[in-house]
Nanobody, 115 residues
Framework: QVQLAESGGGLVQAGGSLRLSCAASRSIFSLYTMGWYRQAPGKQRELVARISSGGSPGYADSVKGRFTISRDNAKNTVYLQMNSLKPEDTAVYSC?????????WGQGTQVTVSA
């Protein structure tokens, strides 16, 4: 079983940047399409970005042009570079396979963007 650990969240002012990391416990990670998801208070979890095993990315319209997903299969890690952050980006960010598997959800990392 793969375990995923997210890091890199924090408090940032609007317009700022953060880089999130998701480290997987097993090398089989490299075979999966991976996704970054977020859940804001009172809202459903949504897919923010995904990346195929070969590195092809896809983005939600709300983050297109501001967020960049990447992966380093040698390090079993997927990243989310977030630029031009907005208060509406405030959420708990988590990584998982895409489509997600319930047993792979980790604690996530909190991102808070102040106005």
């Amino acid at each position: 079983q793969v375990q995923l650990a997210e890091s890199g969240g924090g408090l940032v002012q609007a317009g700022g940047s953060l880089r999130l990391s998701c480290a997987a416990s097993r090398s089989i990670f490299s075979l999966y399409t991976m996704g970054w998801y977020r859940q804001a208070p009172g809202k459903q979890r949504e897919l923010v970005a995904r990346i195929s095993s070969g590195g092809s990315p896809g983005y939600a319209d709300s983050v297109k042009g501001r967020f960049t997903i990447s992966r380093d299969n040698a390090k079993n890690t997927v990243y989310l570079q977030m630029n031009s952050l907005k208060p509406e980006d405030t959420a708990v960010y988590s990584c998982n396979k895409h489509p997600p598997m319930e047993e792979y959800w980790g604690q996530g990392t909190q991102v808070t963007v102040s106005a």
